[in-house]
C-alpha cells in the first residue's frame, strides 16, 4: 500500500523525449532546497520555506513523487498523491501537484513531465480521475492544466486568493502517453 494506493512505488523510471521521471535519490537534495525555498517558486504558494528547515529533510521515500530529471540533473518534481484533506475538494482523489526551477520555466518541460505522469496513473488506475488546484492568478498554471486537459470544476476563495479546481479523466489510450502534441 501506498500514497497512492496498492500500486507497487516506485515505478520505472518514465523516459520521455527530454526527460526522465524517477524516484528521489539523496544526490537531489541540493536542488529540493533550491525548489522549496526558492521565492520566485512560491509566488503563488504562501512563500518558501526556511532554508534550515529544509536541511534536515531528505527527498527520498516519498511514494508520489517524481524527480524530473534533465540532462542528469533535477529541474523540477511532479506529485500525484491521494489528497490529504488540504482542500475539502481535493480529499481522498488523486491530486497533481509540480515544481520547476525557475531556471526550467518557459521550455515545456512542466507540460511534458505532468502528461508523463499522467499517462502512467492511467494504466495503473484506469478510468480514475486526478485532481488539480491553482490559484486563478497563476496565469502559467492555468495555462497547464488547460494543455492538460483539465476542465474546471468549480472556482473558491483560500489562502486569501481565489483558487481555480480542475479534473482531468484518462481518454482511451491515455496510459501509453507520455507527451503532449506539439502546437
Same mark, same amino acid.
Given at each position: 500500500?501506498? @500514497? ?13 523525449? &527530454?526527460?526522465?521521471? #524517477?524516484? *528521489?535519490?539523496? #544526490? ?8 522549496? @525555498? ?12 526556511? #532554508?534550515? %528547515? ?14 524530473? %530529471?534533465?540532462? /542528469?540533473?533535477?529541474? /523540477? ?16 482523489? @488523486? %491530486? ?19 502528461? =508523463? ?8 488506475? *484506469?478510468?480514475? *480521475?486526478?485532481?488539480? @488546484?491553482? &490559484?486563478? =492568478?497563476? =496565469? #502559467? ?13 468549480? &472556482? ?15 481518454? *482511451?489510450?491515455? %496510459?501509453? &502517453? ?6
Amino acid at each position: 500500500m501506498t @500514497a497512492l494506493g496498492p500500486v507497487a512505488w516506485p515505478p520505472a523510471p518514465i523516459g520521455t523525449e &527530454r526527460l526522465v521521471l #524517477r524516484e *528521489p535519490e539523496a #544526490r537531489d537534495r541540493t536542488a529540493f532546497i533550491e525548489l522549496l @525555498a526558492s521565492p520566485q517558486v512560491h509566488t503563488y504558494l504562501g512563500g518558501p520555506r526556511p #532554508r534550515a %528547515e529544509l536541511e534536515h529533510e531528505v527527498p527520498v521515500g516519498r511514494p508520489g513523487l517524481f524527480v524530473v %530529471e534533465h540532462d /542528469g540533473a533535477m529541474i /523540477g518534481q511532479v506529485t500525484l498523491t491521494k489528497a490529504t484533506g488540504h482542500l475539502p475538494q481535493a480529499a481522498g482523489r @488523486a %491530486e497533481l501537484g509540480y515544481l520547476f526551477l525557475p531556471q526550467a520555466w518557459g521550455y515545456g518541460y512542466a507540460a511534458e513531465a505532468c502528461a =508523463a505522469v499522467l499517462g502512467w496513473f492511467a494504466g495503473a488506475f *484506469p478510468g480514475e *480521475p486526478v485532481v488539480l @488546484a491553482t &490559484r486563478t =492568478a497563476n =496565469a #502559467r498554471s492555468m495555462r497547464l492544466a488547460a494543455k492538460l486537459g483539465f476542465t474546471e470544476v468549480e &472556482r473558491f476563495h483560500a489562502y486569501g486568493a481565489e483558487q481555480w479546481f480542475g479534473m482531468w479523466s484518462p481518454a *482511451p489510450g491515455d %496510459e501509453h &502517453r507520455t507527451h503532449l502534441p506539439l502546437g
